[in-house]
């Protein structure tokens, strides 16, 4: 091959720069050996190709990227599942164009860990959790079960009919008694109806919450559970013992005589929080920073909030987001209810995980109760799980099956509503990298379940999760019509695009326009 000197001097440095990342892409499985060792036999290749795309990710890519698309050679843009394999194209590709004799035909790259092989890995660990593909698409749907589940059998065949491949129960929720019944139906359906369906059962993890509000008959309208209004620039405190949240005391002149309070659920946060830090309440309808901190209460100066006001109710979400807590993830009432869930259920969701030893603390438990094979979903729901999710699957990776479901909701709280998409991606790619299925959560369709009518933006919501492995929808009275929807749209999306890489079908205005001339 003649080569001018201009392209010479292109691609030679391309060529150094792909070398040393393929090095430093070495580097970093040999600097893990240790946690690779332990990682179950099917998952050592995933885990290896995982710690090559860290590696690539740790560097500045985006001058390459450049060059090597100018050059119609792959820019790195969607080879997650195979890294090392893509790496070494790339190569190979840039040597031929600079003149050297390859003793493999150029005719063919190296298909060793390429695309097939990542997306049958993929594949496999998806079908190892939860269940064969029995429909057009691979892609799962996951729906929680109301409690109606317990005493409705036809809604639950109707579900699996419509297209459920999971049945979630959340053990925040109904009772041991409640969840068997479900069960029952969900194992007599599948076998009446000829499709696999997957029992999911979530931990629920600590329920960090606004404790009781008091009565107050002259702010409060008739039948409306117990409240008060937060402002911006309020100041609120929260204390550990639980007393009765009330708002602010005023004088008759509107002079504050004391701050709005509240307690929470658990009181073993105080021994965490720091002045400066974030504080939230109702998914992040509320937020503030903590200013003061004493040992029986602390104080927050309220920065978000409706302009006419927020109201503060019991039993509301409370998230610390930048607050390192020390709560345990397995509460008393996850130790009780484990037993059940490894008796009866296939895969089991982790809440509140956020370091590796958490996950070592369930696999131990599990195999206490003879399950060590139980599937494990580690549900990413803080920022302190995300910031540390390369550890916390290389941990879950000693499990023999393995799945990560993004909580949008308490995520979005945590890291910001301005940042969650970001944040998913992220997810997504680092899953893909690792071959894990992931579980796009929270709000799916959440109009359509709930009122029976889907807005525009839940449409295109649904259609970007396909590329997740699982979508999970809620419950609802059109809960449904809802699986019917995702399954039609989800089997629509497969045929333009499996993860992020677009299928190139036959268009059918391509075809109308050609037509007209």
């Not at 139906?185 to 931990?203: F, K, P, Q, W």
């Not at 030893?357 to 494990?376: A, N, S, T, Y």
């Not at 390369?390 to 709280?413: C, E, F, H, T």
Request: aromatic fraction near 6%.
């Amino acid at each position: 091959m003649n080569t001018t000197a201009l392209t010479t001097i292109r691609i030679e440095p391309l060529i150094e720069q792909i070398e040393h990342l393929r090095k430093q892409m070495q580097q970093a499985e040999e600097d893990h050996q240790a946690v690779l060792d332990l990682v179950q036999p099917h998952y050592q290749e995933s885990a290896r190709n995982m710690l090559h795309y860290l590696s690539l990710r740790s560097h500045e890519m985006r001058d390459l990227q450049e060059q090597l698309s100018a050059l119609a050679i792959s820019s790195f843009g969607h080879s997650e599942g195979y890294t090392m394999g893509n790496l070494d194209n790339i190569l190979l590709l840039l040597q031929l164009l600079r003149g050297d004799q390859i003793e493999q035909p150029a005719t063919r790259v190296n298909d060793n860990r390429g695309y097939e092989w990542a997306k049958e890995r993929l594949n496999r660990h998806l079908v190892d959790l939860f269940g064969p593909c029995d429909r057009g698409h691979c892609s799962k749907i996951m729906v929680t079960l109301p409690t109606e589940a317990s005493y409705n059998y036809e809604m639950v065949k109707e579900l699996i009919k419509a297209g459920m491949d999971v049945a979630r129960i959340n053990t925040s929720h109904d009772t041991p008694d409640e969840w068997r019944k479900m069960i029952l139906y969900i194992r007599r359906a599948s076998e009446e109806t000829g499709r696999h369906c997957t029992v999911y059962m979530d931990l629920s993890g600590p329920k960090l919450r606004t404790g009781e509000v008091k009565e107050n008959e002259e702010k409060q309208k008739k039948n409306e559970e117990p409240n008060f209004q937060l402002f911006m620039g309020d100041t609120l405190e929260v204390y550990r013992e639980p007393i009765a949240g009330e708002g602010a005391l005023l004088n008759e002149q509107g002079g504050l005589l004391r701050p709005a309070r509240i307690s929470t659920t658990l009181p073993e946060v105080f021994d965490d929080v720091r002045p400066g830090e974030q504080f939230c309440i109702d998914d992040g309808k509320i937020r503030g920073i903590v200013r003061q901190v004493a040992p029986d209460k602390f104080s927050v100066v309220i920065t978000q909030a409706s302009i006419k006001g927020s109201r503060v109710r019991a039993d509301k979400g409370i998230n610390f987001p930048d607050t390192h807590l020390s709560l345990p993830s397995l509460t008393a009432d996850d130790y009780a209810n484990l037993p059940f869930i490894a008796e009866y259920a296939d895969v089991v969701g982790y809440s509140f995980v956020r370091r590796p030893d958490d996950v070592r603390i369930l696999q131990r438990e599990l195999e206490k109760l003879g399950r060590p094979e139980m599937g494990i979903v580690l549900k990413v729901e803080t920022k302190e799980a995300f910031d540390r999710l390369p550890n916390l699957l290389l941990a879950a990776m000693q499990s023999s099956k393995v799945g990560v479901m993004i909580a949008r909701g308490d995520l979005a709280v945590e890291i910001g509503f301005d940042r969650i998409a970001e944040v998913q991606e992220e997810i997504l790619w680092i899953c893909e990298a690792a071959h894990i299925p992931n579980i796009w959560a929270t709000e799916v369709l959440d109009k359509l379940a709930k009122k029976g009518a889907a807005t525009r933006a839940e449409i295109t919501d649904a259609a970007m999760s396909g590329r997740a492995e699982c979508v999970m929808l809620n419950k609802g009275p059109h809960i449904v019509a809802a699986v019917q929807m995702l399954d039609n749209i989800i089997g629509r999306m497969a045929d333009h695009q499996f993860k992020r890489k677009v299928n190139l079908r036959p268009l059918g205005v391509a075809k109308r326009f050609l037509k007209e001339r």
